[in-house]
């Protein structure tokens, strides 16, 4: 069962972003064909998730939130994953999807690296000595200087941009 699973999905979970673990709101289209969850991430961050199965609704929901998106500056990254089937024991395929709402590239906290979708989804690049030792400078709390730049760089007004997306999501049905 999930020991296979999770034997078999190893990989996809390295990155910061497919490992949280609390949500703000989650939306179901359909049934939940597509889950989608508001992640308490430091940057503004949907994740939507399907089975292979649904990947035409996947889609559709992610143009709904584009929509809704428009023209913020945005990152996308796409993983897939493996999972068990409780019912069945049967290893299913899933694609993630994350979307990341942004004000703008650079923080004022590392002016020098731009934010890309590897830092979106937790994955800083220092490029020199001087930027590794800002990146992982900080006393271990969680909130050192790679949260504070993807807090400062967030969309402005995360409650609004929310309730617009799930107003797009309902509209599928």
Known sequence: GSAAASTVSNG???YAVS???SV???YDVEGGKVEVSYLKYPVFCVQLSASDQNL???GNSLAAIMESIGDSPHNIGFLNRLQSNDDTGEIERFTD???FARSKERSSVIPSLKLGISEMMGVFHAQSD???DLLTKGDGDGEGPMYQALS???HVDEETLWEAIKSKLQQLA
């Open 12 to 14: 996809w979970d390295c």
């Open 97 to 99: 999807v994350y979307v």
């Open 19 to 21: 490992n949280v673990d």
């Open 24 to 26: 703000y709101d989650l």
């Open 56 to 58: 035409e609704l996947l």
């Open 130 to 132: 001087d930027e590794l």
């Open 152 to 154: 400062d760089i967030s």
